[in-house]
């Protein structure tokens, strides 16, 4: 078993930068792939980002290419989103997530919110 808690989120304006972490409880944490999705109101859940176990290897979605950075320190059980220019839409609740394949979706945390007031 995996437990998942998100902090970080908050309000934040247009242009501005935020950066989300992931703590995870488990002796496996390390040999997990993680990622991060997000939820919006009234839409589905989509993915963000993800990153191997090794961080050898991090993928991203298409709108927060460039903008968005994954990273993970498995002696922390951690995984970080860091989110620079923020636009109004990359508001949504960000869950983060954990499991063998990638991207990962066998353990979900609570979610943290990120709103980007214009």
């Known amino acids: 078993q995996v437990q998942l808690v998100e902090s970080g989120g908050g309000l934040v304006q247009v242009g501005g930068s935020l950066r989300l972490s992931c703590a995870a409880s488990?002796?496996?944490?390390?040999?997990?792939?993680m990622g991060w999705f997000r939820q919006a109101p009234g839409k589905e859940r989509e993915f963000v980002a993800a990153?191997?176990?090794?961080?050898?290897?991090?993928y991203y979605a298409d709108s927060v290419k460039g903008r968005f950075t994954i990273s993970r320190d498995n002696a922390k059980n951690t995984v970080y989103l860091q989110m620079n220019s923020l636009k109004p839409e990359d508001t949504a609740v960000y869950y983060c997530?954990?499991?063998?394949?990638?991207?990962?979706?066998?353990?979900w945390g609570k979610g943290t919110l990120v709103t980007v007031s214009s």
């Open positions: 997530a954990a499991g063998p394949l990638t991207p990962p979706k066998d353990y």
């Open positions: 488990g002796r496996t944490f390390s040999r997990y792939s």
């Open positions: 990153i191997s176990y090794s961080a050898g290897n991090t």
